[in-house]
Nanobody
Framework: VQLQASGGGSVQAGGSLTLSCTAS?????MGWFRQAPGLERKFVSV????????YYADSVKGRFAISRDIAMNTVWLQMNDLKPEDTAVYYC??????????????????WGQGTQVTVSS
C-alpha cells in the first residue's frame, strides 16, 4: 500500500502539531515511527485496524493521540505538549490488519516518505 503523509513543521516547546496519513487501500493497521539524527527508528503510536485500539510509546502517552477514519483510510496523530526530544522525522507506517503482530519496524511492510517535526526550547 502507498502512504501519503502530511503535517509536521516547527513549533516551540509546549506547542501542538497534527500529522495525517492516508493509505491507498483499506484494512491496514496504521501508525507512526520516528527517527532522530543518529538514532534508530522508534515506535510512536499505532491504531489497530481490527478493533481501533490505540497503542503508544511510553514517551508520548498522555501527550499524543491517534485517531482514524476508516472510510477515508486516514489516521491522524495529534501531538500536544511537544518537547525538544520529540524532534525527529516521523514516518507513517502500515501493515495489513490481519497480518500485523508487533511494534518493531519489521512488523510494518509499508512506510511513508517521512515528515520533519522540530520542537525548539
Amino acid at each position: 500500500v502507498q502512504l501519503q503523509a502530511s503535517g509536521g513543521g516547527s513549533v516551540q516547546a509546549g506547542g501542538s502539531l497534527t500529522l495525517s496519513c492516508t493509505a491507498s487501500g483499506r484494512g491496514y493497521t496504521m501508525g507512526w515511527f520516528r527517527q532522530a539524527p543518529g538514532l534508530e527508528r522508534k515506535f510512536v503510536s499505532v491504531i489497530n485496524w481490527n478493533d481501533g485500539a490505540p497503542y503508544y510509546a511510553d514517551s508520548v502517552k498522555g501527550r499524543f493521540a491517534i485517531s482514524r477514519d476508516i472510510a477515508m483510510n486516514t489516521v491522524w496523530l495529534q501531538m500536544n505538549d511537544l518537547k525538544p526530544e520529540d524532534t525527529a522525522v516521523y514516518y507513517c507506517v502500515a501493515e495489513l490488519g490481519t497480518r500485523w503482530n508487533g511494534f518493531l519496524p519489521r512488523n510494518f511492510g509499508s512506510w511513508g516518505q517521512g515528515t520533519q517535526v522540530t520542537v525548539s526550547s
